[in-house]
């Protein structure tokens, strides 16, 4: 099953905050050669820019828990923590909906348009 970590930090602004972002894009590229990582994404809160959010995605906890322990991403983390000047949070997610059922939903209500779209029904909203 699939996961996602939110990693949250607080980045103090001005320099460290420009030191920061290429350790951050490096542990990425790090972790896309690790085993089950699928994706990521890094995002900064528009109304408190020191508040940064990485979405990592995972194919499971169990893949995320070996990058987590692993001696590259401890030593790349150290030094983020040290510019950051506080501790990563990190909260795990996953899917409230298992996949097969999404796809089938997805998949179901693609067929319908189909069917409309054959008999030039539409309605409009």
């Known amino acids: 099953m699939a996961i996602e970590v939110m990693i949250k930090r607080r980045v103090k602004q001005g320099y460290e905050a ?3 972002v290429p ?4 542990m990425r590229a790090l972790a896309m050669n ?3 990582y699928i994706s990521g994404t890094t995002l900064c809160n528009l109304e408190h ?3 940064c959010l990485v979405i990592s995605r995972w194919e499971s906890i169990e ?3 070996r990058w987590f322990h692993s001696s590259q991403r401890a030593e790349m983390e150290s030094k983020i923590e040290t510019l950051a000047g506080k501790k990563t949070k990190y909260d795990f997610y996953a899917s409230m909906v298992p996949r ?3 796809e089938k939903a997805t998949s179901r209500q693609t067929e319908g348009l189909s ?3 054959k008999s030039g029904h539409f309605s409009t909203f």
């Open 18 to 20: 420009k030191e920061l």
């Open 115 to 117: 069917e409309k779209s």
């Open 23 to 26: 350790l951050i894009l490096q």
């Open 34 to 36: 690790q085993p089950g």
């Open 49 to 51: 820019p020191e508040d």
């Open 63 to 65: 893949d995320w828990n």
């Open 100 to 102: 097969t059922i999404a």
